[in-house]
């Protein structure tokens, strides 16, 4: 019981460290903790007893006269990491989800989010009035498909489509990452219009610009049309079944019209086993109990009867090397 509640100490070292830049200032090569800190501007003091700590879980080398080296694992908190996950310790360690996880209590208590508790309004909403956490969402979200990315294409064929909506893609790296790897694809991102205004700066989509549309709005009202296949990445398990059947109603009408026999929808998600042992998808869970208006992850059969409600079927659930599956479902 110790260990697990110690576990704040590892994990706030952890993202302090990632907020400020240490890892960017370190390599496999000892370096002294002054020298690090003076990188980053750290005071030295401070910096060694946490680098202490965290080297005891792995993520660092100490070395003799206060010298640290990055491990494999810690060298995943620099922002040139091919797999950073950086921006994610960072948007963790953001205030409106520490501020969140400060009312879990309350959550327990009433079934309400920690957002709306805290502040009056869901995550999403608060984000769209808050330009700087909104960014690190973003950019969080943007690693976080880099991470997770390579696993699906290795999984999934999108060949046989013509034209595919990611909806709620953000800055649109992972389905740039689709485009190219189908180049018969043709893409619409999908997203708030102040997520999309920023997408195109991003340049995720320069190598296929000509097959790119942006589009923005609320998946909540509307999806864009025109499209035999419908691609969400952790979208789902952000809302309450309520919201799903609304975001996937829209998508069966849609393909009604367009490929009522071929049309898809695919879903990146977890999927929560059935059996009682850890794994990613429980803890995840948590997140979006904490932080989402209703949001959960699912088990397979909970995704059947999702799909079954509104009006669609579970295909296939295909996992990966990652802890994400492919979901895809087909009109009934």
Not at 155 to 179: E, N, P, R, V, Y
Not at 234 to 252: F, G, N
Request: proline content about 7%.
């Amino acid at each position: 019981m110790t260990q697990m509640l110690f576990g704040k100490m590892a994990l706030h070292s952890a993202m302090a460290l990632a907020r400020i830049g240490v890892p960017d200032h370190m390599s496999d090569l000892p370096r002294p903790v002054e020298d690090i800190a003076a990188g980053c501007g750290a005071h030295a003091p401070s910096l060694y007893r946490v680098l202490r700590l965290l080297s005891s879980l792995g993520l660092f080398i100490e070395g003799p006269a206060r010298h640290f080296a990055l491990t494999n694992l810690g060298a995943v908190l620099r922002t040139d990491h091919p797999r950073s996950m950086r921006d994610m310790a960072i948007m963790f360690s953001d205030p409106w989800v520490l501020t969140a996880y400060s009312r879990m209590d309350d959550v327990l208590r009433t079934g309400t989010d920690g957002p709306t508790l805290a502040f009056g309004e869901h995550g999403f909403h608060y984000l769209a009035k808050h330009p700087a956490e909104a960014a690190n969402f973003n950019r969080a979200m943007t690693g976080f498909s880099a991470v997770t990315g390579q696993a699906l294409l290795q999984i999934a064929d999108f060949s046989q489509f013509t034209k595919m909506a990611d909806c709620g893609g953000g800055h649109g790296w992972l389905l740039s990452t689709i485009l190219q790897r189908f180049p018969n694809l043709r893409g619409v991102l999908y997203d708030l219009p102040e997520v999309i205004q920023g997408a195109p700066a991003a340049g995720h989509f320069a190598p296929c610009a000509d097959r790119i549309e942006y589009q923005h709005g609320s998946f909540l009202e509307s999806v864009p049309s025109g499209c035999d296949a419908y691609f969400m990445k952790h979208i789902i398990h952000d809302w309450d079944d309520e919201s799903c059947r609304k975001i996937l109603s829209l998508m069966r009408d849609e393909l009604l019209k367009t490929a009522p026999e071929t049309g898809r929808i695919f879903i990146c998600e977890m999927v929560v086993g059935e059996t009682p042992e850890p794994g990613p998808a429980k803890f995840l869970d948590i997140e979006m109990l904490v932080c989402t208006p209703g949001g959960k992850e699912r088990t397979a059969a909970e995704f059947a009867a999702l799909f079954a409600s509104a009006g669609l079927r579970l295909v296939r659930i295909t996992p990966s090397q990652s802890p994400i599956c492919l979901i895809e479902a087909a009109p009934l």
